[in-house]
């Protein structure tokens, strides 16, 4: 399967000049413009307009897609994707194509849209990213109340007698300093609990209880961090463009935000939840072979050009 794909993707890069200049001659529309015009919106219609540029052979073209690369590993307001992304990338290929904006009105917002989503998402790589190497710091006052937060939105009843304390445990970290537990995903993994326990707290002592459960029990926190891994490498490796590009056909955003990418999480853990509840593992020992069979369910799903995973998490108020 793997060599037909790269056997036919091989076969189009050969013929894609004759295809173009074929396609051109009868409909008097550069590649850019029919696939904003005949390719429907959201994750097919971003990922055919981010091939044409990427295999753009035009140097304006290139130096345009080398800046944006560029721009999206920095830190930017919205009028600054606006401005430096979006309108930056309009005008070159209105310029480079010979468009005139006046007889296809259409194509500039078609074609913005799909700058802003493609580029927005490499700049939410980069924000998440940057969460994930910022590392838990006992000594920073910002840390230890998100952490304290933490506690207090999960177990809202139970005082917290510590620091360190084996009360931990009972959320699922694996020792009495929970700290210790964010060094591979950073902040990132204390950011995602923090965010699902007060965004669907009863979904998230919902789940807590079910990680208590004395037989298919896990440990909550330590999966949520696992969670959070899956979640990062979906993002980073592009499975997860499809659901982010075809969000933001639904919102008022026109790029992923961090906002979205911790309720992407939160579907994933709830969804592994109840994956593992029905697998009825034997013991903790087979949670790897568990996660293992999630992620390739999630993986096989992410990949489909219509998908979308649904935020609206019914036990929200269990």
Same mark, same amino acid.
């Given at each position: 399967? #793997?060599?037909?794909?790269?056997?036919?993707? &091989?076969?189009?890069?050969?013929?894609?000049? /004759?295809?173009?200049?074929?396609?051109?001659?009868?409909?008097?529309?550069?590649? /850019?413009?029919?696939?904003?015009?005949?390719?429907?919106?959201?994750? @097919?219609?971003?990922?055919?307009?981010?091939?044409?540029?990427?295999?753009?052979?035009?140097?304006? *073209?290139?130096?345009?897609?080398?800046?944006?690369?560029?721009?999206?590993?920095?830190?930017?307001?919205?009028?600054? *994707? +606006? &401005?430096?992304?979006?309108?930056?990338?309009?005008?070159?290929?209105?310029?480079?194509?010979? #468009?005139?904006?006046?007889?296809?009105?259409?194509?500039?917002?078609?074609?913005?849209?799909?700058?802003?989503?493609? !580029?927005?998402?490499?700049?939410?790589?980069?924000?998440?990213?940057?969460?994930?190497?910022?590392?838990?710091?006992?000594?920073?006052?910002?840390?230890?109340?998100?952490?304290?937060?933490?506690?207090?939105?999960?177990?809202?009843?139970?005082?917290?007698?510590?620091?360190?304390?084996?009360?931990?445990?009972?959320?699922?970290? +694996?020792?009495?300093?929970?700290?210790?537990?964010?060094?591979?995903?950073?902040?990132?993994?204390?950011?995602?609990?923090?965010?699902?326990?007060?965004?669907?707290?009863?979904?998230?002592?919902?789940? /807590?209880?079910? &990680? +208590?459960?004395?037989?298919?029990?896990?440990?909550?926190?330590?999966?949520? #961090?696992?969670?959070?891994?899956?979640?990062?490498?979906?993002?980073?490796?592009?499975?997860? @463009?499809?659901? $982010? !590009?075809?969000?933001?056909?639904?919102?008022?955003?026109?790029?992923?935000?961090?906002?979205?990418?911790?309720?992407?999480?939160?579907?994933?853990?709830?969804? $592994?939840?109840?994956?593992?509840?029905?697998?009825?593992?034997?013991?903790?020992?087979?949670?790897?072979?568990?996660?293992? %069979?999630?992620?390739?369910? #999630?993986? @096989?799903? &992410?990949?489909?050009?219509?998908? /979308?995973? %649904?935020?609206?998490?019914?036990?929200?108020?269990?």
């Amino acid at each position: 399967m #793997i060599f037909l794909k790269n056997f036919f993707n &091989s076969l189009y890069l050969f013929f894609r000049p /004759l295809i173009k200049w074929f396609l051109h001659r009868f409909t008097n529309l550069c590649e /850019l413009q029919r696939l904003c015009y005949g390719a429907h919106s959201g994750y @097919k219609r971003c990922k055919l307009v981010e091939r044409s540029l990427n295999l753009s052979k035009k140097s304006q *073209i290139k130096h345009l897609v080398y800046c944006l690369n560029d721009l999206t590993s920095h830190p930017m307001s919205d009028s600054q *994707i +606006q &401005s430096e992304i979006v309108d930056r990338a309009i005008n070159t290929v209105l310029l480079v194509k010979k #468009i005139n904006p006046k007889y296809h009105p259409g194509f500039p917002p078609s074609f913005g849209r799909c700058v802003e989503a493609i !580029y927005g998402y490499r700049r939410l790589v980069t924000i998440i990213e940057d969460l994930r190497l910022e590392q838990y710091d006992p000594n920073s006052e910002v840390h230890e109340r998100k952490l304290m937060a933490l506690w207090h939105n999960l177990m809202p009843d139970v005082k917290l007698e510590g620091r360190i304390t084996k009360q931990w445990q009972e959320i699922g970290f +694996q020792g009495d300093d929970p700290g210790t537990d964010f060094r591979g995903m950073g902040m990132l993994g204390l950011e995602n609990l923090l965010y699902f326990s007060r965004e669907y707290p009863g979904t998230a002592r919902h789940l /807590l209880c079910h &990680s +208590q459960h004395p037989k298919y029990g896990y440990t909550f926190a330590v999966v949520g #961090i696992n969670i959070t891994h899956m979640a990062w490498r979906l993002l980073k490796e592009g499975h997860a @463009k499809a659901h $982010f !590009y075809n969000l933001l056909r639904t919102g008022t955003r026109g790029y992923p935000t961090l906002e979205q990418f911790h309720q992407f999480y939160c579907y994933l853990f709830y969804e $592994f939840d109840s994956f593992w509840i029905n697998a009825k593992p034997d013991n903790l020992m087979q949670f790897n072979n568990v996660q293992d %069979k999630f992620e390739r369910t #999630i993986r @096989k799903v &992410s990949d489909r050009e219509n998908c /979308l995973f %649904k935020m609206n998490l019914s036990v929200e108020n269990v």
